[in-house]
């Protein structure tokens, strides 16, 4: 069995790295940034390098299925490289495959307000995908990045499924039908993301899990009622953790460069600060724990499996490419990614 994490947004140090492989991580996709530009996001994944090589004996950046297998089974964590935006394409169609031979992995394509991608689950008005957003799904699907739509608005996030030629994901989100609010996902979303081969990483986080963030028994009965609306396949973890995230960095993710007005992203005004650490997961040492609490919800041993890891892989393995980009492949696609069109209108419809 395989441990993954969708996604986190901790302030990653030795520590935390010591938290990862005391759970038995075997996978986690990090964030490396929320508003930042493209010249900030290369800073970032600098930063990043610099890292890991400081903790090589515990972690490794991962690019492919072969590389996250190799690194777990080396008793070391993969990092997946993300980023929860797509600012840092800064508009230009090139960065994509640019951030990709960098080692991006994940780009969410909006994060808590509208871009020049579509909108996100906070606006009031979604027009959708735009023709921009439109070839960036194309060149993040030609490249093997991972697609995510956690923080992306109901019509945007419908028409990337239809428009994307590979499965997507939801990092970290949870059912609407379950948990109302505006950064859980509506049916409608969910079962068109299953029906592609999409998957759902079902997150612990107060804020959106209402009464399921209770115990690790109320979170695995959240999971088997996911279950039941999109299918044990298209299911696994997203915690969406911010070990070590203090009130700046909770302003910065919130409110970027674009207002001076006070912003409370999941939460609300009447609770808008930092949210404690769940009694039950308070970091992921207690990861081996969410798979006792599917056992005793009823979950047979390959389910566990499924559920704590194994789904995440089936989807990497078919969205990640083959083998690493180099860059200097530069007279076509590197082998295993897709070579025909995505899915949706032709270019001339637009």
């Not at 989100?173 to 950064?183: D, E, F, G, K």
Request: hydrophobic share 40%; glycine share 12%.
């Amino acid at each position: 069995m395989i441990f993954v994490d969708g996604l986190e947004c901790s302030n990653f140090d030795r520590e935390i790295f010591r938290e990862l492989r005391e759970g038995g991580l075997g996978c986690v996709t990090v964030t490396c940034g929320f508003w930042e530009d493209g010249l900030e996001s290369m800073d970032a994944l600098v930063a990043w390098r610099d890292l890991v090589r400081a903790n090589d004996d515990l972690v490794g950046v991962a690019t492919t299925v072969a590389e996250i297998e190799a690194i777990h089974a080396s008793g070391r964590t993969a990092l997946l490289l993300g980023f929860q935006n797509s600012s840092f394409l800064a508009g230009r169609i090139g960065y994509v495959e640019l951030f990709a031979d960098l080692g991006v992995r994940v780009g969410q394509l909006t994060y808590n307000i509208q871009n020049d991608v579509g909108a996100s689950c906070y606006d009031l008005v979604d027009p959708g995908l735009t023709r921009y957003g439109r070839e960036v799904v194309r060149e993040m699907n030609r490249v093997g990045m991972v697609i995510d739509l956690s923080h992306v608005g109901e019509r945007t996030s419908v028409e990337a499924i239809e428009h994307s030629a590979m499965p997507v994901a939801v990092t970290h989100a949870n059912p609407a039908s379950l948990v109302p609010h505006p950064r859980n996902k509506s049916d409608v979303v969910l079962k068109a993301l299953a029906a592609r081969g999409g998957m759902l990483g079902v997150s612990g986080y107060r804020n959106i899990s209402g009464q399921y963030a209770a115990s690790a028994d109320a979170w695995a009965e959240m999971v088997a009622r996911t279950i039941d609306l999109v299918g044990l396949d298209h299911v696994g973890i997203g915690t969406d953790l911010g070990r070590k995230v203090v009130d700046a960095d909770l302003r910065w993710m919130r409110q970027g460069r674009w207002t001076r007005t006070t912003q409370y992203g999941a939460g609300s005004a009447a609770n808008p600060g930092k949210q404690p650490p769940l009694e039950w997961f308070p970091d992921t040492r207690a990861f081996p724990g969410l798979a006792e609490a599917l056992s005793r919800h009823g979950f047979g041993p390959a389910e566990v499996a499924a559920v704590m890891g194994g789904n995440w892989m089936r989807f990497y393995r078919e969205v990640l490419p083959a083998q690493p980009l180099t860059g200097q492949n530069l007279t076509g696609l590197p082998t295993g990614l897709p070579t025909g069109p995505p899915a949706g209108p032709p270019t001339g419809e637009e």
